[in-house]
């Protein structure tokens, strides 16, 4: 009797990753576009003078500035692999994706490169003053793109105080020519930590599960995007259901569940090789797949007989599973602080959801949340000071906390909200939202203040996003 | 109007059959021949039943008794669903080639990861109430499919109440 379920379960593990391979996996996928390539910083044009240094500390301050971000300009207009049009073109989309990234935040006052005049290549070290002036622009925004010889671009982006009439903030990048929205997307970068304050967070990337199909025979395929929706791509074809992907902090691999094998397994997709493995060998179920900050372990949820417990596994492979948690009550999910030491994660062990805190080694697991209503999917902000989690309330709502459970502060109020998950740097959550009755599912995001939610543009259906780290 | 009155006029368990999700493997034959010939129906041949240990056979057996419900968040097996559990161990006492996946299902009223916990959990509650009652273990296996796969569609109580299952289907060989 044994031996037979023992067998069987070996059959499926030989069987279970050839098959994902064939079956479902989109053979058409660009592997190289997806891993993530390197940008190399570079100097800018311009003299040698310093950047004026100055302390923007308040946020209401900072939210109201306007921004004019004028078409980048080129040195010589020649087409290039990025697009038909030639370099002057690519300016001008470059100024419009540095645009959409501040706009669609509802960061400063952003004016685009469409309602401004263009300036030439030698303006964009030495602004024409007089005219930027004259249009409300505290901040101006210049940049240029140029086509290298070997075939990359580069890319220059510089901030300007135009009341000060000086420079803020200059640099530049070479990009492979298909890569070239990462250069807009550093630009945005830059002009948003100049001026906040804040860190980094529009250079990066999001999985999430794309969803068609009604209710009762709907189809979840894996799926990334930049986090500006742009360059968006299908993983699996839909065959099975594919749910709650993870990126690797390094974005080489995707963890993620899929049914391929009949059963809820989580596998370990190389984005490079385009080959997946099963995160464990074993005939248990797995799910909630989780990453450490520094991307050597692998949380996962397994069920035995019934009983679902937290584990902990080398993502190199190989290794024996560490059990963290062995109550007889559901432990499920978790989610690393920042520096790794300790785990915020989920039980029912009260009777309800709620939310607990564990020592990475799964010691000292104590309850933190003791507010009205239930605690789960909670996930560490990559600050450390915070904690998002799905506040059960009747509603499902998106709410924080900071790490001893207080300070509770509710961010949305929508019928079904779940699944949050941090920008790179802290300051924005995503989120999906589930329509009642049609069950159909939408990715939003909303700032730390809650005031600020919008709805992400996907091309169907959206639910569990994952936002990656700032790409490397 | 005609395909009414064959309906009635079939056998119990072919009608039972015709009403499951699940498409019968063996296709009874056009029951029109049958039903012209004479007023009264002939007993189904054996070859066009459903075979014992195929999904239609045991779904047909069952009426209803492979489904059983839970509260919310809950998975203990309370004495409706015992005697539900009942019917489906005799069924795999008596034939006993047959094969069993047992699934849990979660209403969408909860997270997506621990919705796939709990219907492990209750999928599990009831494998364990057949062993319990001498299903050998080896012919059982469990699936959880979570909130993933909603037997009611709207957003109430009711369909929630639906939602909360464990199904027994049998495996075909």
């Known amino acids: 009797m044994k031996t037979a379920s023992l067998f069987s379960a070996l059959v499926l593990l030989i069987a279970a990753p050839a098959a994902a391979q064939s079956d479902d996996l989109l053979p058409d996928l660009d592997p190289g576009a997806v891993g993530a390539q390197d940008v190399e910083e570079v100097a800018v044009e311009g003299d040698d003078d310093g950047p004026l240094r100055g302390t923007v500390t308040d946020d209401s301050a900072w939210q109201d500035l306007g921004i004019a971000i004028a078409s980048f300009a080129t040195n010589r207009d020649q087409s290039t692999p990025a697009n038909a049009q030639g370099t002057a073109a690519l300016g001008l989309e470059l100024a419009r994706v ?67 009439q000086s420079e803020l903030v200059r640099e530049g990048w070479v990009v492979n020519p298909s ?294 | 109007m005609n395909r009414l009155i064959i309906a009635v006029t079939l056998s119990s368990a072919l009608a039972l059959g015709a009403c499951k999700k699940e498409p019968p493997t063996v296709t009874p034959d056009a029951p029109q021949d049958t039903v012209r010939s004479t007023p009264t129906p002939t007993p189904t041949p054996m070859a066009t039943a459903p075979q014992p240990g195929s999904q239609s056979h045991f779904a047909g057996a069952m009426a209803g008794a492979d489904t059983i419900y839970f509260d919310t968040d809950r998975y203990n097996v309370d004495s409706e669903d015992q005697a539900a559990l009942r019917r489906q161990a005799q069924y795999l006492l008596q034939y006993t080639d047959a094969r069993a996946t047992v699934e849990g299902h979660a209403d969408e009223r909860g997270t997506r990861d621990y919705n796939l916990a709990l219907g492990e959990r209750r999928a599990n509650a009831a494998k364990n109430y057949l062993v319990s009652l001498g299903v050998p273990e080896s012919r059982l296996r469990t699936v959880s499919y979570g909130e993933e796969r909603p037997a009611a569609m709207a957003s109430n109580e009711q369909a929630w109440a639906r939602n909360r299952r464990a199904v027994t289907v049998m495996i075909e060989r």
């Not at chain 1, 290549?121 to 005219?131: C, G, K």
Request: glycine share 10%; proline share 7%.
């Open chain 1, 98 to 164: 540095v645009y959409s990234d501040l706009r669609f935040n509802g960061l400063f006052r952003p004016v685009g490169p469409d309602a401004l005049p263009r300036p030439s290549y030698p303006q964009i070290t030495d602004p024409a003053w007089n005219t930027w002036r004259g249009r409300s622009a505290e901040m101006l925004v210049h940049g240029y793109v140029r086509a290298n010889d070997d075939g990359r671009l580069t890319v220059g982006c510089y901030l300007y105080d135009v009341a000060l």
């Open chain 1, 179 to 472: 890569e070239w929205r990462r250069a807009a997307h550093k630009c945005a970068d830059l002009v948003y930590s100049r001026l906040s304050g804040e860190d980094p967070f529009f250079d990066s990337r999001i999985a999430y599960i794309a969803e068609t199909g009604p209710k009762d025979n709907r189809i979840k395929r894996l799926a990334i995007m930049d986090s500006d929706g742009a360059n968006h791509r299908f993983i699996t074809n839909g065959q099975s259901t594919a749910l709650t992907p993870r990126y690797s902090p390094d974005y080489s691999k995707i963890a993620y569940l899929s049914y391929v094998d009949g059963n809820p397994r989580i596998y370990v997709y190389d984005i490079g090789s385009g080959r997946q493995t099963l995160v464990t060998q074993s005939a248990n179920p797995t799910f909630a797949p989780r990453w450490s900050p520094d991307g050597r372990y692998i949380l996962y949820s397994m069920a035995v007989g019934g009983n679902t417990d937290i584990y902990r596994v080398s993502a190199a492979g190989g290794g024996t599973p560490q059990r963290l948690t062995t109550g007889p009550a559901i432990e499920v999910g978790g989610s690393y602080s920042p520096d790794g030491s300790q785990i915020v994660f989920e039980s029912d062990q009260s009777g309800a959801q709620q939310c607990y805190i564990m020592n990475s080694d799964g010691s000292n697991q104590r309850r933190i949340s003791f507010f009205g209503g239930r605690c789960a999917s909670p996930e560490w902000s990559p600050r450390g000071d915070q904690i998002a989690f799905t506040h059960i309330v009747g509603d499902f709502h998106i709410a924080v906390m900071n790490p001893q459970g207080r300070n509770v502060r509710t961010l949305t109020n929508g019928w079904q909200d779940e699944g949050p998950t941090w920008a790179p740097n802290g300051r924005i959550i995503q989120f999906f939202r589930t329509e009642r009755n049609s069950g159909d599912t939408s990715i939003w995001q909303v700032d730390l203040t809650g005031d600020n939610e919008r709805r992400l543009r996907t091309p169907v259906g959206a639910s569990d996003p994952a936002w990656g780290p700032v790409l490397p």
